[in-house]
């Protein structure tokens, strides 16, 4: 059984990310911010054909170059394709979708910069033997590593890049600028057995905040609304809920209507019954409505 390791934010890379702002197409001029990145599976191929951006390939994992992410050089940009970007962007945002995946900020030239990627979007994982890939280029990773990652790992992982921009879904930006010039010699683990083990839980945390964004958007308003969320999910697996869809509805059924939720008898003979026979959660839940899970939360006000 996974042991859950809590701790404040505040201590970590998420206390520094500023308030979200909206696009800002000054952000796309010289000087602002010299790299941007971009995944093709998010980007038609007639929209981003020519910009010329560089395929961030690593050692060990073999996928073909249009599953890969690609860095733009925004200095590189003539004026007019700079003028075309900000068009696109503009059409995409409309369309609810981010174009650019972050803007990066870096002194660092080109090379060094594709040369930091190919060694940091591969890591080791603790108990394995081979490579596994990080998609912290993806906005929905990067999010959650800013509360998962200590200070000095994220500097690591940041390398040569002084500040990394990247957007929410509601279409603001978030800014992390790096902590300190970090030793790139050092070629240590950059997350833990139980940092992976987050990893692994995170397309399930991504559609449970996807779901309450929706329902009752102030439970995913924060980076601890985030980390509660994943302690959750801990949760769910601990107690023997089998499928990642059982324990997301168990997660979001406790930050949408009460955090103990599941101490309420009716609730505790549901989650017993699926771990006894093995069965669906999602299933013994399908006669319940948001009424009756909020009368279940006000009878555990009144008890506590």
Not at 23 to 37: E, I, M, S, T, V
Not at 221 to 236: E, M, N
């Amino acid at each position: 059984m996974e042991r859950q390791t809590t701790f404040s934010t505040q201590c970590r890379p998420a206390a520094r990310v500023g308030a979200s702002k909206p696009f800002d197409l000054d952000w796309l001029q010289p000087g602002k911010h010299r790299y941007a990145l971009l995944n093709p599976l998010h980007v038609a191929s007639s929209d981003r054909d020519d910009l010329d951006g560089r395929t961030l390939r690593t050692p060990s994992v073999k996928v073909r170059d249009p599953l890969l992410p690609q860095l733009i050089c925004l200095e590189a940009l003539s004026l007019t394709q700079r003028e075309h970007l900000a068009q696109r962007i503009e059409q995409y945002a409309k369309r609810g979708r981010a174009f650019l995946s972050a803007l990066l900020q870096s002194d660092a030239d080109t090379e060094e910069i594709v040369e930091h990627f190919r060694f940091t979007l591969e890591q080791a994982r603790p108990g394995s033997r081979r490579r596994w890939w990080l998609r912290y280029y993806d906005p929905r990773v990067f999010r959650h590593l800013c509360w998962l990652l200590e200070t000095a790992s994220m500097d690591r992982l940041l390398g040569p890049i002084t500040c990394w921009r990247w957007p929410d879904q509601h279409g603001k930006w978030h800014a992390l600028a790096r902590n300190e010039v970090p030793d790139l010699a050092i070629r240590v683990p950059l997350l833990s057995a139980v940092q992976w083990s987050c990893i692994d839980r995170m397309a399930s945390l991504n559609a449970v905040i996807d779901r309450l964004a929706m329902l009752k958007p102030e439970a995913v308003a924060s980076f601890d609304a985030y980390q509660a969320l994943d302690g959750l999910l801990v949760q769910a697996q601990q107690i023997g809920l089998a499928t990642a869809e059982d324990c997301q509805l168990y997660a979001e059924q406790a930050a949408r209507f009460h955090p103990h939720i599941h101490d309420h008898p009716e609730m505790r003979r549901r989650l017993d019954q699926t771990v006894e026979t093995q069965g669906s959660y999602i299933r013994r839940c399908e006669d319940l409505s948001a009424q009756s899970l909020l009368a279940m939360a006000r009878e555990l006000e009144t008890i506590t």
